[in-house]
């Protein structure tokens, strides 16, 4: 296996553009501009490889073929109306199929790179567009490129597949498309769907008939910071993935989980994510080998959160991580106010943030976070044969 890391990257993946939309484009390009100036994308071993769109057989794998033909078909129908497009989350654009198969087949061939053992992990920033159902747009995601890759690496041999959701939202289509098969962990952090779209993600939903304890969700109330965030993360992933013991982790990174963004209400700092990020690459390389496909994901704080985000998770990716002390390139700094004047630009990597946390533990006077993170252990941990009081498991 390569020891190098591939990014899978080329500018038509900003045609996945939904217009005057919360998912704008311009912070997958500037993240990757961020991570040009800071010399990421320029370190030994690293690659980056342009992708190829996916074609109909591998997007049939989690979509069904009339919803192909509805995308293809929307944006030249001006009556056009089903399969969740045209709404105000998932208006229909010119190119909408291309766009969205390219951004897919860039989750492919990361996938692809890895489990070929290529590299020994890959990044598609545009990626992780989560939402998207068998035969339904959702939440901003037309085809569901993770979900994708995961049947490519099923197909190609894979018999234990984790799939880690570090979004805001619930990872749902990735779920539900995966919900009956053993073969594949899905589990996802999100804040409470009491409190956010897209309504689902409790502890409860463990998996379907015969695949019991293939999904573990932790709904975490809103205000959650930092603390209790990683307190959450490192009682729950860990332990599962262990049990699990996956022979490669694929996570969908969205940055939504800051407490900048518009769109949420967690309270999670750059510098908690990058953490986040340091863990999910400590667990890849304890199981898999080091094999691990990362794409991006939610994240609509477009110049002050999520370039730096998934520049240190392109850093955390491609070896050393970057200095949350570091200033952030003054080239980049214009690019951002040329792109975003309106936005402020943050001067450099870090929010200042404390990372510390206590780890959990069963006893004392829980808070929400902590009974969170005991409904989620006990729905899910007993499956596995671990035992959800004991904070060692």
Do not use: K
């Amino acid at each position: 296996m390569s020891d190098g890391t591939v990014v899978i990257w080329d500018e038509r993946l900003l045609t996945y553009d939904l217009g005057d939309h919360p998912l704008d484009p311009v912070r997958v390009e500037l993240t990757l501009a961020l991570a040009r100036e800071l010399g990421i994308l320029d370190r030994p071993g690293v690659r980056v490889v342009p992708p190829t769109p996916a074609d109909d057989s591998a997007l049939a794998r989690v979509h069904r073929p009339d919803y192909l033909d509805a995308v293809r078909a929307a944006p030249h129908d001006p009556l056009f109306s089903g399969y969740g497009l045209g709404t105000s989350d998932n208006p229909i654009f010119e190119g909408m199929h291309e766009a969205s198969a390219l951004v897919a087949g860039a989750s492919l061939a990361a996938a692809e790179a890895v489990w070929r053992g290529e590299a020994r992990r890959a990044v598609n920033i545009a990626g992780g567009l989560h939402h998207a159902m068998p035969s339904r747009a959702a939440g901003f995601c037309v085809y569901n490129d993770p979900a994708v890759a995961i049947a490519r690496l099923l197909d190609l041999g894979a018999e234990r597949v984790a799939y880690v959701d570090v979004d805001v939202h619930h990872g749902d289509g990735v779920q539900q498309m995966f919900y009956g098969d053993p073969r594949v962990l899905t589990i996802s952090l999100h804040e409470t769907p009491l409190a956010l779209f897209p309504g689902t993600g409790f502890s409860d939903e463990i998996g379907g008939a015969g695949a019991e304890g293939s999904a573990a969700n932790l709904p975490l109330p809103p205000g959650t910071g930092d603390a209790g965030w990683l307190r959450a993360f490192h009682a729950v992933v860990p332990p599962l993935l262990r049990a699990f013991r996956p022979q490669i982790l694929v996570t969908q990174c969205g940055a939504d989980s800051h407490r900048l963004d518009p769109l949420a209400d967690l309270r999670l700092s750059v510098d908690g994510q990058r953490a986040s990020y340091l863990a999910l690459r400590a667990l890849a390389d304890e199981l898999c080998d080091g094999r691990w496909v990362a794409t991006g994901g939610g994240g609509y704080a477009l110049v002050e959160v999520v370039p730096r985000a998934w520049s240190h998770l392109l850093a955390v990716a491609t070896g050393e991580p970057v200095d949350p002390d570091t200033p952030t390139p003054p080239a980049w700094r214009s690019l951002a106010r040329a792109r975003r004047p309106e936005r402020e630009v943050p001067p450099r990597m870090t929010d200042d943030a404390d990372v510390s946390y206590e780890p959990w533990q069963p006893s004392g006077e829980p808070d929400a976070v902590d009974r969170a993170i005991l409904a989620t252990r006990r729905a899910v941990f007993p499956l596995y044969g671990l035992d959800p009081q004991d904070p060692a498991a």
